[in-house]
């Protein structure tokens, strides 16, 4: 069984930053790669940010590239995004999940099988 708890979300000013964090249980952490997917009202899911289980690959959406950062500790088992210049539209609940090794579908929802409860940013303009 895989749990995923995220923290770090929260309020902030546009421009501002913020650094959510997802603790993950199991001893197989580091096999896998990790993503950030958000979730705006009345959006569909849609992805933010991925890394590849080494840590040494890493993949971002058009809207947030140049301004988040993925990154992940093996050792402590979590995964972080560091999110700079916020901007109003990023304004979502934020989700962790873990890649499906066997779906090829990277910035697909139905690429991850086990996601966190969500912590919501709330950037304000």
Known sequence: Q???V???GGLVQAGGSLRLSCAASGR???SYAMGWLRQAPGKEREFVAAISWSGGSTYYADSVKGRFTISRDNAKNTVYLQMNSLKPEDTAVYF???RDSRSPYRTEVSGYDYWGQGTQVTVSS
């Open 28 to 30: 197989t952490f580091s």
């Open 2 to 4: 895989v749990q995923l």
């Open 6 to 8: 995220e923290s770090g």
């Open 96 to 98: 962790c999940a873990r």
